[in-house]
């Protein structure tokens, strides 16, 4: 008994933050498909296309040192007639093409296609740098949880006197990916984009001490 009156009272609440911020980077992924009589030729020719596919996205704005094969298939496509006879072989290149400056997003994609690619298969808007706008967020979700707090402890006629404990959830947000449905082109000027923005979103969970 002399335990329960020693412990503090306590209330428990939780708090959600938010932080909306306009992407600065795009992540275009370029596929490539090629067909061969042989595995041998069609990977040639992917290689080829990929080659000149690299370098016009580069000229055009997209990164060199993020420039990545996101994912490579290369197999035999076999006669609808006789399932045992392979017709041909089809190698499909699934290239990462990340564009720092937004506004070169639409160029690079044109050069993409001008230099060989089949289609842009999507394109991801995110945030180069998270920290700030996570730090942000957190620390709208802590004031959020504070006003619950007190508006509890007015109801309750209680003071809150301090902090037992606090956590944080990482603060997370979903890329915004699109298949082009975001995109205008005309022959006169080209693919544009108009990303929607990201919001970034904290939870935290506080414990006060009241009296």
């Given at each position: 008994?002399?335990?329960?009156?020693?412990?503090?009272?306590?209330?428990?609440?939780?708090?959600?933050?938010?932080?909306?911020?306009?992407?600065?980077?795009?992540?275009l992924?370029?596929v490539?498909?090629s067909?061969?009589a042989?595995?041998?030729?069609?990977?040639?020719a992917?290689?080829?296309?990929?080659s000149?596919?690299?370098?016009a996205?580069?000229?055009a704005?997209?990164?060199?040192?993020?420039?990545?094969?996101?994912?490579?298939?290369?197999r035999?496509?076999?006669?609808?007639?006789d399932?045992?006879?392979i017709?041909?072989?089809?190698?499909?290149?699934?290239?990462?093409?990340?564009?720092k400056?937004l506004?070169?997003?639409?160029?690079?994609?044109?050069?993409?296609v001008?230099?060989?690619a089949?289609r842009?298969g999507s394109?991801?808007?995110s945030?180069?740098n998270?920290?700030p706008?996570?730090?942000?967020?957190?620390?709208n979700?802590?004031l959020?949880?504070?006003k619950?707090a007190?508006?509890?402890a007015?109801?309750?006629?209680?003071?809150?006197?301090?902090?037992?404990?606090?956590?944080?959830?990482?603060?997370?947000?979903?890329?915004?990916?699109?298949?082009?449905?975001?995109?205008?082109?005309?022959?006169?000027?080209g693919?544009?984009f108009?990303?929607?923005?990201?919001?970034?979103?904290?939870n935290?969970?506080?414990?006060?001490?009241?009296?």
């Open positions: 008994a002399a335990h329960a009156e020693d412990a503090p009272r306590t209330l428990s609440v939780s708090g959600t933050g938010s932080v909306t911020v306009a992407a600065d980077t795009a992540t992924y370029v490539i498909e067909r061969g042989t595995a041998a030729e069609a990977a040639r992917n290689a080829d296309t990929a000149l596919v690299r370098n996205v580069i000229a704005g997209a990164s060199d040192k993020e420039f990545a094969t996101a994912n490579y298939t290369l035999p496509e076999y006669d609808p007639k399932p045992r006879k017709k041909a072989y089809s190698a499909q290149n699934s290239m990462k093409v990340v564009v400056d506004s070169r997003a639409g160029a690079v994609s044109d050069a993409a001008a230099a060989g089949d842009i394109v991801v808007f945030l180069e998270e920290e706008y996570r730090a942000q967020a957190i620390r979700a802590a959020s949880a504070r619950e007190d508006l509890i007015a109801g309750l006629g209680c003071t809150i006197t301090g902090v037992i404990s606090a956590t944080a959830s990482a603060a997370y947000t979903t890329p915004y990916r699109t298949v082009l449905r975001n995109a205008d082109a005309t022959a006169e000027t693919t544009a108009t990303p929607e923005k990201q919001e970034l979103t904290a935290v969970s506080i414990v006060y001490e009241i009296a």
